[in-house]
């Protein structure tokens, strides 16, 4: 029988909801002489216990509306690709586990497996955060030490955390963004049976219908993983002021250096792309130089290398029509091996090509020409309904091998971006029906070094290689691209209209 002592209000049951105690293991220590908790937490529980102190979310949230910022606003592409990074190592993970169980794995299982990325390796670096309850240094947090069972210390506690007790990411919240990412996408292909159409993952030639019992059953282990026997390494400091978090977060974040791509590229055997430079490429000799793992080059002390970071926009190009492999799969790639393969066989029986001294040699040893040919190559073959022709891809590359396409310095073809429009159509009579320089546009496409002897492009890729591809398409008459047509007949319609309003006005005025 309850008494007036025991009777609680509303009030009361709220606040004791709110202090609520949960128990975790974690080792404490300290870094640089600042007491903090190291612990182990599943993937749903970092995201229940978390918060990211961002503009966007406290504004958005009476609770935190009042709470000090300590993160830069939320980059969706970056929560995208650590999503599908995630997703990568759980389905690789599961997938291992089964052979390894000697659980049957069904052909369209093994299948669904190739078309994501496969590394030798995944792993989530640690997450870390601040509990900004309570006072510096973690005074008020319960932690009861655990002994071995000789009852000698072990070093790990049990800290007690309440609701109140929330981890405010400094470090990891486009981590957190992509776990609660690879969430709802297990979560939703689990329930319907289909696959989100702006997912982070859709099987090749995907048409809206629903999945096999078997792929099913895998994506269900994938997330019965994700929930139970995935983790995260939380470091956790304690009681730090709004300060003292933002100053941990400009450290954390602006005093690394950063690797250079070409590096990371020489390291990441995950990508696809990657996989096919180091085994297709380099290991089986088909290229006849060497990879620089350094991003800067001198042309004076040119060994006919190519930037690692080059080599994989060239043949992300070559392979998918963009300078970004994020969409290249194993499926894709091994598909397209024998293409690529054949790309570069050609481009290497260029004179000259990879030798030392090659970039004073020929213009084709500068990244911006290969890219324009990768592109030309991959529209001709791969590329949409309007581009691909079979014909003028073999047209291209025997024209590159038999010499129909020279390039040397001294073409006058490699100036043809160099010039004014009107002096580019006098030169190359018909080229203004396939470059298109949009009025008041810098292309800055490169200059012609009269000590030298040597056409130089500019660095602004992404606007001159399209351009260049559109210049040799005119070299070998292979038609414009349908896109510069579109844009030079409106281009001209614009100036109609524009002359027709002139005209109009100065008969108005007459």
Not at 365 to 394: F, I, N, S
Request: glycine content about 8%; overall charge neutral.
């Amino acid at each position: 029988m309850n008494t007036d002592a025991d009777t609680l209000t509303i009030a009361d049951l709220g606040d004791q909801l709110g202090s609520q105690v949960q128990t975790y293991k974690a080792l404490a220590d300290e870094n640089l002489g600042n007491m903090t908790l190291k612990m182990s937490l599943s993937l749903r529980q970092f995201v229940d216990m978390s918060w990211v102190a961002n503009q966007a979310n406290n504004s958005q949230n009476e609770m935190f509306r009042d709470q000090p910022v300590a993160q830069r606003t939320l980059i969706p592409a970056h929560v995208k690709g650590l999503a599908q990074y995630t997703l990568m190592g759980l389905v690789n993970a599961q997938f291992r586990l089964m052979k390894k169980q000697g659980i049957e794995i069904k052909p369209d299982v093994a299948e669904l497996v190739t078309y994501l990325p496969s590394g030798p390796y995944a792993s989530m670096q640690p997450i870390v955060c601040n509990i900004r309850d309570g006072e510096y240094g973690g005074k008020g947090i319960s932690i009861q030490q655990i002994n071995d069972k000789y009852d000698n210390p072990t070093g790990v506690f049990r800290v007690s955390l309440t609701q109140k007790h929330i981890l405010y990411v400094v470090d990891g919240q486009h981590r957190r963004a992509g776990f609660e990412q690879v969430m709802d996408f297990l979560r939703l292909v689990n329930r319907t049976y289909k696959y989100p159409k702006k997912g982070i993952f859709m099987p090749p030639g995907y048409t809206d219908d629903l999945m096999s019992e078997s792929i099913h059953d895998f994506w269900q282990k994938v997330l019965e993983s994700a929930l139970s026997r995935s983790s995260i390494a939380v470091e956790v400091h304690l009681g730090l002021n709004a300060d003292q978090e933002q100053q941990l977060f400009v450290d954390l974040n602006a005093r690394s250096k950063a690797v250079g791509q070409s590096f990371v590229n020489s390291f990441d055997h995950a990508d696809p792309i990657n996989k096919f430079i180091n085994e297709d490429l380099i290991d089986s000799g088909v290229v006849n130089f060497t990879l620089s793992d350094d991003d800067q080059s001198d042309w004076h002390k040119d060994m006919g290398q190519l930037k690692r970071k080059d080599i994989k926009q060239i043949c992300a190009l070559l392979f998918l029509g963009k300078t970004s492999s994020n969409t290249a799969t194993p499926v894709i790639i091994n598909e397209r091996r024998a293409f690529g393969i054949k790309f570069w066989k050609t481009l290497c029986s260029v004179p000259g090509f990879g030798s030392d001294g090659a970039r004073a040699k020929t213009v084709l040893q500068q990244p911006v020409v290969m890219k324009a040919l990768a592109k030309l190559a991959h529209d001709l073959g791969y590329g949409t309904a309007k581009l691909r022709d079979e014909g003028a891809l073999k047209k291209l590359y025997a024209s590159i091998s038999d010499g129909t396409i020279n390039f040397g310095h001294n073409e006058p073809l490699w100036q043809a971006l160099l010039v004014s429009s009107k002096e580019r159509e006098e030169k190359f009579p018909g080229i203004s029906k396939y470059v298109h320089v949009p009025v008041g546009t810098n292309l800055d496409a490169g200059t012609w070094e009269e000590d030298n002897k040597w056409v130089r492009f500019g660095s602004r890729h992404n606007d001159i290689f399209p351009r260049l591809g559109d210049v040799i398409r005119h070299k070998l008459d292979l038609g414009p691209r349908p896109t510069v047509t579109n844009a030079i007949e409106k281009d001209d319609a614009v100036r109609l209209i524009e002359e027709l309003v002139e005209n109009a006005g100065k008969s108005d005025l007459a």
